[in-house]
């Protein structure tokens, strides 16, 4: 598989490091965060590269409103609803 390695660089006045720190985190997060919405990366990914646990990319994924579930159409849902009910109703006989 094809790595990317993603770097920029921004022409600002000189500011106090504590916060140049600060926005360089919050933009690896956005950046890491948007990948995880469109599922480029897996939560365990996103979680290693943002060098943090996976209950705490829990939480970043509501605030940055990324679903912890897959997107799927109707049918889809659907098709997996009937078969999980078809797998209850053997054990329920």
Do not use: C
């Not at 943090?52 to 159409?73: A, C, G, H, N």
């Amino acid at each position: 598989m094809a790595s990317t390695e993603i770097k920029f660089t921004l022409k600002l006045p000189e500011v106090p490091e504590i916060h140049r720190l600060e926005a360089e985190k919050k933009a690896k997060e956005a950046y890491i965060m948007t990948l995880l919405r469109h599922g480029d990366i897996s939560a365990g990914r996103a979680a290693e590269l943002l060098e943090i646990e996976r209950w705490q990319l829990s939480d970043l994924m509501d605030i940055y409103k990324v679903s912890p579930f897959p997107t799927q159409t109707k049918e889809e849902l659907l098709e997996e609803v009937t078969q999980i009910l078809d797998v209850f109703n053997q054990y329920k006989k």
